[in-house]
């Protein structure tokens, strides 16, 4: 039995059942909230699954949204929140291997089977107070397993991006997957290249900030996903490296520990570049010889910014990841910098997360923090308005001087501020000068 939570949003989910029972509908709470309140959980949303029509849904609510009229689905805005409300349905021929090709409206029982797993398949009725279980979805909860509803293999082709949901759950419920889906999961593993890159980095991007981002990576590797996604993650395995620095084992040993290092719930740019961060040393390895990186940093910067790309990342993310990438040795030097280069490092946006990337990266090899501790200690020395100034120069004073924006302002507003923390202006009067002269001398003919 479920036990009712205090939450203003459960209450609402409520509200839009009643209603829609009291006009005379069909009306359950489906999907992945009751799994997660059976598992006395809080959900993160709530779904509504019914047997009336959108145009019905949108007559007996006063703020409704339509989102997909062909899939009897519409939204409904209660009290600053929104709940999907989806007509039971049943699908058929999946031909894209996403949208079913055909939708036919039913009852329950038949909209559970269309479902994904049997956990995600229950339905919740909040007025009466019981579990509607078309297909042994509690059983599953109660052992802990990950399985499709009715045939695996028909429910992977249906829709590719369930392989990736069924490691997402597992790895964030810790179950196991049930032999007969992984078996499916193993054999068509393939399909998830056909998934779209948005869909792919959203499923990414939920799987690398969950409660065990290594965790679900080591299952995608032991079902044959991982080097699918990322083949260049699967070319670290056999990169032997030297043993007084990396006990561990190969790349893809250390790779795997580091992210495993970053506990859970990392964010998504310092978890994507834990798991690039040495995504250079296989090429690096190939041309100057075993166990041997040059450039390894760079080279892995570039594949890095590839990677990002065909994951359609946002430019800014894509910029991220590259430079902690590129500069996740960066603190092997940490003890020979000049003081004015440390100010430019702890002002640096990503600096916090270059800091793990290096903790992590550290104990996942010959575990020496004595840089990172370094670099901590004399962050923590300088006062924060010396670390990280007010500009003395902005865009906005570029403008009022007379410049044009465009590509020349972002160079010289980083060399004007490079001076600034090297201490070699202090002033505005003086940033200003700098930056005359470095327009002047920037600017083309």
Known sequence: MIQRPIDE???????VVRRLREAGHTALLAGGCVRDLLRGDLPKDYDIATDAAPERVQALFERTLLVGQEFGVCRVLL?????????????????????????????????????????NAMFWDPVEERVLDYVGGRRDLADRLIRAVGEPEQRFREDH???????????RLQFEIEPRT?????????????VSAERLQQELRIILTDRDPAGALRLMDGLGMLGVVFPEIEDMKGCEQPEN???????????????????????????????????????????????????????G??????????????????ERIRWLVERHLYFRHATEMRESTLKRLFAEPGFCQLAELHRVDALASWGNLDDYNFIMRRRRSIPEEEREPPRLVTGDDLIGMGYEPGPLFGKVLKRVR?????????????A??????????????
């Open 418 to 430: 490079d001076a600034q923390l090297e201490g070699e202006v202090s002033t505005p009067e003086e």
């Open 432 to 445: 200003r000068a700098m930056a005359r002269r470095l327009a002047e001398c920037l600017s083309p003919e």
């Open 245 to 299: 620095y990396h006990p561990e084992g190969d790349v893809f040993v250390h790779t795997m520990l580091a992210v495993e290092k970053l506990g859970p719930h990392p964010d998504f740019e310092l978890a994507l570049a834990t798991l690039l961060h040495d995504v250079g040393k296989p090429p690096a390895s190939r041309e100057a010889g075993p166990k041997r990186f040059p450039e390894h940093c760079q080279i």
């Open 9 to 15: 949003a459960y209450e609402g989910a409520e509200r």
């Open 161 to 171: 991006l369930r392989l990736l949901r069924a490691v997402r759950l597992a790895a």
């Open 79 to 119: 009290d600053g929140l929104t709940y999907e409300v989806a007509r039971f349905r049943r699908e058929s021929g999946y031909s894209d291997g996403r949208h079913p090709d055909e939708v036919t409206f039913c009852g329950p029982a038949e909209d559970a089977e269309r479902r994904d797993f049997t956990i």
């Open 301 to 318: 910067a570039e594949m890095a910014e590839d990677i990002c790309r065909r994951l359609r990342l946002s430019n800014r993310e894509t």
């Open 182 to 194: 992984r078996a499916a999961i193993r054999a068509l593993a393939p399909l998830v290249t056909r």
